[in-house]
C-alpha cells in the first residue's frame, strides 16, 4: 500500500511533468486563522462591488464544505512571466493579460495532472480550481510552504518571485502534508510606498475598492473621478506593486505558448484601441481575460486614460 508520503512524492514528481513550476500539500482542514481576517475584511467593505465575495463564507475558510470527502489540498504554481515588455506608449495591461485566459489554460493542465495521478495511484476523486471557486488559493499556497504572502497580498516564492497562476487540486487522497517557510518580506515596503491608489494597508490588507485592477476590470460603473491621476496609463489590471518587488529580479520568462502576447498588446497606443469595433475587440480577445471587461469596460478604461493623460 502506497504511504501518504509516498502519494506527496508522486504528486510533485507529476506536477513537474503537467508544466507546473512549484507544488505543495496541505491537510485539507479549516483555516481558522483566517476566518476573523476575512471577516473584517468584508465588513469593511475592502470587496468593494464584489459582491460575490461575501458568498459561501463557510466554504471559503474549509475545502472539505466544497468538496465532500477532501483530505488533501494540493496547491500548484504556473508561471507566465513573459519575455517581451509592452513598448512605452502602449496603454498598459497587466502581465498575465498578454496571451490566452489562464482559467482555460491553467485549468486544463491540471484536468492533465489529476489524470496522470489516477493512472499512478488508481481511482480518487476531487476537483480541480483556479481562481474559479470560493478557495483561498494564497492562504493554501502558503500553508503548503510554497512561499508566503506578501505585504500586498499576494504570494511569493524565494526562487521566482510572485509572476504566477495559482491552482488546486483537492482530493480524497492521504498525503504528507508540507510545512510553510515563513515570511521574507522583512522592513521592505516597496508594493506598499508604489502603490498610487494607496490600495495597500498594513497587516497585508488590500482594499480591493482602490486597486487598479479592481478600477479597470470588476468595476461596472464609470471610474471614480479621485483617481483621475492615479492610474498611471494602465487599461486592464495593474503590475505595479509586483514590478517594484526586489524577490521579482528571480523571475524567468514562462514557455507556455497559450501565453504568448496577443496581436497588438505590446504595441498598440491608446488612439489605436479606441479605433476597433466591439467586433473586432471580440475577435482579438476571445481567448483572453481582457473580454471579462466586456467591450463597454474596455471603452470606459481607455476613455479615461485618454481624457486624464492628453
Known sequence: MVSPA???????RLAAQAGFSFCGISK????????????????????????????????RLDPRKLVPGAKTVVSLLFNYFPGSAQSETAPRIAKYAYGEDYHVVVKDKCRELMELLRGEVGHIEGRAFTDSAPVMERAWAEKSGIGWIGKHGLL??????????????IIDLDCEPDTPIGDYCGTCTRCVDACPTEAILPDKTLNASKCISYLT???REEIPSEFASKMEDWMFGCDICQDVCPWNRFSTPHNEPKFNPLPGILENDVSKWMEISE??????????PVKRTKFSGFRRNLEFLNKHTS
Open 6 to 12: 509516498e502519494n506527496s512524492v508522486i504528486i510533485k
Open 28 to 59: 485539507a482542514d479549516f483555516l481558522e486563522e483566517h476566518a476573523p481576517r476575512l471577516e473584517a475584511w468584508l465588513k469593511n467593505g475592502y470587496h468593494g462591488k464584489m459582491e460575490y465575495l461575501q458568498n459561501h463564507f463557510d466554504m
Open 156 to 169: 511569493i516564492t524565494k526562487q521566482h518571485g510572485s509572476f504566477f497562476f495559482l491552482a488546486e487540486l
Open 217 to 219: 476590470i470588476e468595476l
Open 279 to 288: 467586433e473586432v475587440f471580440g475577435q482579438i480577445f476571445k481567448k483572453s
